[in-house]
């Protein structure tokens, strides 16, 4: 461990925040002793600085990496596009031919505008909403990057944003003129949502959401969400950015059958490689046209070239499939263990984005010490697991045949009231904090 940390308490002298991901700090995971740096990856196995090997049972590349890690197919196409120039004055063909894939797999869509991350593709995606309905307001729900327009909701009441997934968000930075820009509501809070198209009618560009995350939809959510946006003339756009690319090959919201205006990906669409789509109705997205949005590494041709071999490999080998079975086996593993052991867990989330809460008072130092536990014995891992096709069955025995060991472990703690005096560093921080 000793590189790694080395390096990190360098990082955070001249590197403000120590990373640029708030999700890749060793502070969310084991505070001065998880490993923050690689310097290998493969399938499922990461190498730190210091020669360990592990096996990440966690948020694999933080959701990049469906197919896993150094995959041999997207490579090689990336391989070759490095070799045949990935940036050029004139444009990368491969341009057209992954919006023919996107718009196949999604037929309501007739347009594609590509980015390279999932924060400034939902800005893009706000911004062609805004310049078609000549509105301001977004209402959402769920976390969707760092950019001006979400962040501006917490604003108006400094812990709006809480329970969207990242708590804390401090918008310092963010002109106080776009307070009440934009309202958020929970997710299957249907009153809530109705209450802001009321109080916001006529004013309101966009409503823009996660299909699905930690809870499965109720009451119609979707469907009355699609109703009111398309009766109000409001752009429905869905964040697939997480949630793509996990129960099928494209957005889930097909699975879960509500079409949007704009659906927007990134992470696993490149399986590692940055980039990001934006994709949508005709009518929405040629107002792409008539406001700015132009950079250049948007064109470049590795993401491209990533992406279509992505999305051709997770057709042939019906990874959903895959990652389905691996998560199944996951929760239930959790499941059983906790309940053979003594713990209790709250399991959640869909299968390929599996996830548990420790359900005690004590839950970070329960969460830090389970971290610390099974990086002992070589495993990258926290209280979510992010499946991928590179997750084999035998993978998740021996995962569970330490989890086993280390539940056990943390339930004689909770008998003992002694997990905090067992940590051998501080307790994990959760949402956004700064960094001392
Ligand atoms: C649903 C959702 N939207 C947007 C983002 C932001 O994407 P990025 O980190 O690529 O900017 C994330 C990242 O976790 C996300 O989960």
Redesign the pocket.
């Known amino acids: 461990m000793g590189k790694s940390q080395d390096l990190y308490k360098e990082a955070k002298k001249i590197i403000p925040g120590g990373t640029q991901?708030l999700?890749k700090r060793p502070e969310m995971f084991l505070p001065e002793k998880w490993p923050a740096y690689y310097s290998k990856a493969k399938g499922c196995h990461v190498w730190d600085l210091d020669g360990n090997e592990y096996m990440d049972a966690s948020y694999m590349g933080?959701?990049?990496n469906v197919l896993g890690y150094c995959d041999d197919d997207v490579d090689a196409a990336v391989l070759k596009a490095v070799q045949c120039g990935s940036m050029c004055t004139l444009n990368a063909p491969e341009e057209v031919e992954l919006a023919e894939l996107l718009l196949k797999i999604h037929p309501w869509a007739d347009m594609v505008r590509y980015a390279?991350?999932?924060?400034?593709?939902?800005a893009i995606a706000v911004r062609i909403a805004r310049a078609y309905t000549k509105k301001d307001v977004v209402l959402f729900c769920?976390?969707?990057?760092?950019c001006d327009w979400y962040l501006s909701a917490n604003l108006a009441e400094n812990s709006a944003l809480d329970g969207h997934?990242i708590q804390g968000l401090d918008p310092a930075g963010v002109p106080r003129e776009l307070i009440n820009s934009a309202k958020p509501f929970m997710y299957n809070d249907l009153t809530a949502f109705k209450h802001l198209i009321k109080e916001y009618r006529g004013k309101i560009a966009t409503v823009v959401l996660?299909p699905i995350?930690n809870i499965y939809p109720e009451n119609e959510f979707l469907e009355t969400i699609r109703e009111v946006t398309e009766k109000e003339g409001i752009v429905l756009i869905i964040?697939?950015?997480?949630?793509g690319f996990r129960l099928n090959c494209g957005g889930s919201h097909l699975v879960l059958g509500i079409t949007p205006d704009i659906a927007?990906f990134?992470?696993a669409l490149g399986n590692g490689y940055p980039m990001?789509a934006i994709i949508g109705t005709k009518e929405v997205m040629d107002s792409a046209q008539s406001t700015f949005i132009s950079s250049t590494y948007w064109t470049e041709r590795i993401g491209l070239c990533a992406a279509i071999a992505t999305i051709n490999k997770y057709q042939k080998e019906h990874v959903e499939q895959h990652m389905d079975k691996i998560g199944k086996m996951v929760q239930k593993g959790w499941s059983d263990l906790a309940a053979k052991n003594g713990l209790h867990i709250h399991v959640t989330s869909i299968y390929p984005l599996s996830h548990f809460e420790f359900e005690y008072p004590n839950a970070l130092v329960m969460k830090t010490l389970f971290t610390q536990e099974m990086l002992k014995k070589g495993y990258l891992a926290t209280n979510a697991f992010y499946t991928s096709f590179a997750h084999t069955e035998k993978d998740v025995l021996g995962y569970l045949d330490t989890v086993d060991t280390v539940f056990a472990y943390l339930a004689d703690a909770a008998r003992k009231n002694n997990a905090e005096s067992l940590l051998e560093g501080p307790v994990c921080q959760t949402g956004f904090q700064r960094l001392s």
Not at 116 to 122: A, P
Not at 142 to 146: K, L, S
């Open positions: 991901l999700s933080i959701g990049a390279k991350t999932g924060g400034e593709s939902l769920g976390y969707h990057g760092w997934l996660e995350r964040d697939e950015v997480s949630a927007v990134a992470k990001a």
